[in-house]
């Protein structure tokens, strides 16, 4: 008996150095082919990468869970470009910027990216956001006067904005827990076959095809990492009493607001957050996009770009 113990425990530590080891090597392979496209801004604690395309007003993307700044096409950021200066933001624990320091509520969040803006000389930019991202580009607008740089608009793309369900439940119990968060994001960066992450990716395009090349080009990859699996996982864990709040003062709002959500999104039900938000926000805007699924900046550009448009010309002169 005593023998079969000792060997159950030798397979098991021998498994878990290996994973370790494994896990090593395919962070330093996904770190060579997706190095950062931008500059690192320092800021309280850290880094956040940033890109920046164009010339003209602010604007600033800000994308959701599990992804990067790369998630947003490079045509959609193109056509901004013509007519604004456009600043991408990696979000704390996100693609290229660095784990800040409790960072994982979407305020402390919106305070290092105000940081970095600030450090680039934005002023009073639009702020936009998809799915998380548009939490933290709340959240940012909720901050007070206290913060260097406020959002003059928002754009909010399908995003978690009140306490009602949202996708992957149990990947916000699992994060609870340190240990768990830890022993996942090991075993994901390891062992996660990219028939799974496929699987991940075209559920938030459903009902439509996600684009050929997709997982390439927006370095999806970036996020099976164990640092940034780990920020990932405790942004999650704490996102729903931040939406108990968040939901509470967006009638505070004083600002701009225009609302992008597809009725057949199966990752963030549009009636329990962006119908139930656009009651409470003085003046919202709110645009439904017919049997349009999760990723809207992919498979309706054009409706982003006239919301960007909108929010632009509500603003004073």
Known sequence: MAYSIAFIALTFAAFGAYTSVRAREIEARIARLYPPLGQLVPVQGGVVHVVQRGAGPDI??????????????????AALAQSFRVTLMDRPGCGHTARLKRI????AQ????????????????IVVGHSYGATVATAWALCGAALPVRPA??????????????????LRGLAKSPTLRRLFALLATSWTPSAL???????????????????????????????????????????APSLRQLGAELPDLALPVELLHGTADAVVPHEGHSVAAARLIPGARLTLLLDRGHMIHHTDPKAMVDAVTRAALALPA
């Open 110 to 125: 919106a305070v290092a990216l105000s940081q970095a803006a600030d450090a680039l000389g934005l002023r009073a930019p």
């Open 197 to 239: 992450v496929r699987r991940f990716a075209g559920r938030a395009f459903a009902p439509a095809q996600m684009p050929r090349g997709y997982l390439k080009y927006s370095a999806a990859r970036l996020t099976l990492r164990r640092a940034n699996l780990r920020a990932v996982a405790k942004q999650l864990s704490v996102l």
């Open 153 to 170: 608009a928002l754009v909010l793309i399908a995003g978690p904005l009140m306490p009602a369900p949202f996708a992957v439940p149990w």
């Open 104 to 107: 994982a509520v979407p305020k």
């Open 60 to 77: 600033v993307l800000l994308h959701g869970a599990g992804t990067n700044l790369r998630d947003f096409p490079e045509a959609l950021v």
